[in-house]
């Protein structure tokens, strides 16, 4: 059975500062997805990784994954107060089904 | 990607009673899913709904407390039945994003509160 673990559940960090959130997960996939997620709003995707060495970057967020190690990362450059939401990341379990890391509540602090 | 419009956005109900939970989609689509989010917890897979099948529920999810329609290629319907207060949750439905590498689009969710 296939789970992702995300670390840490909480991050409290002060702007301007840089981060890194882990996702790891037990089962062969190489097709990891991040996601965040506004306080009483839905899902909006942030990153879609498919392969190994693969990562992607928008603005101070930066992704990647390592399919031998299981694990993606979601770095944050220099943060900023909007950064703060909950992300999540999310692996294909093979069926065209997700399932979800426990979610990191990310608070940017002025 | 596609858009999907969910209703209700939020609703109370009481104890025992039943709500009906609709997606629509802007587009034809092969599958849908719906998702539960516990409050303060991740998102847990309910069930995946084909067009023209029973849809397929995963573990700790039956059809009797939670039966779907997908009557056709862009609607399907989750209901919620006899509800309890465990029940309350954020209900969302989910469809792949121009096939599977593009990700998943979400709809903006049913946040349920059982009284």
């Known amino acids: 059975e296939l789970k992702v673990e995300q670390n840490p559940l909480f991050l409290s960090m002060q702007e301007g500062k840089n981060y890194t959130i882990y996702c790891n997960y037990s089962?062969?996939?190489?097709?990891l997805y991040w996601y965040r997620q506004d306080p009483g709003k839905s899902l909006e995707s942030l990153f879609v990784l498919l392969s190994n060495g693969a990562v992607k970057q928008e603005g101070r967020l930066m992704a990647s994954l390592d399919t031998k190690a299981r694990l993606s990362t979601l770095h944050i450059t220099a943060a900023v107060h909007d950064l703060s939401a909950t992300y999540f990341c999310a692996v294909d379990s093979g069926t065209y089904k997700y399932i979800f890391g426990t979610g990191t509540r990310l608070k940017v602090l002025a | 990607s596609a858009v999907i419009s969910q209703k209700p956005s939020r609703d109370i109900c009481q104890r025992g009673t039943s709500l009906t939970i609709q997606c629509q989609v802007d587009s034809q689509v092969t599958m849908m899913f719906w998702y539960r989010q516990q409050p303060g917890q991740s998102l847990t897979l309910i069930a995946t709904a084909n067009q023209g099948s029973e849809a397929t529920y995963e573990s700790g999810f039956v059809i009797d407390k939670f039966p779907i329609s997908r009557p056709n290629l862009t609607f399907s319907t989750l209901t919620v039945s006899n509800m309890s207060p465990e029940d309350s949750s954020i209900y969302l439905c989910?469809?792949?994003?121009?096939?599977?590498?593009?990700?998943?689009?979400f709809g903006s969710g049913t946040r349920l509160t059982v009284v």
């Open positions: 089962t062969t996939s190489d097709r």
């Open positions: 989910s469809v792949p994003s121009r096939g599977n590498n593009y990700g998943y689009t």
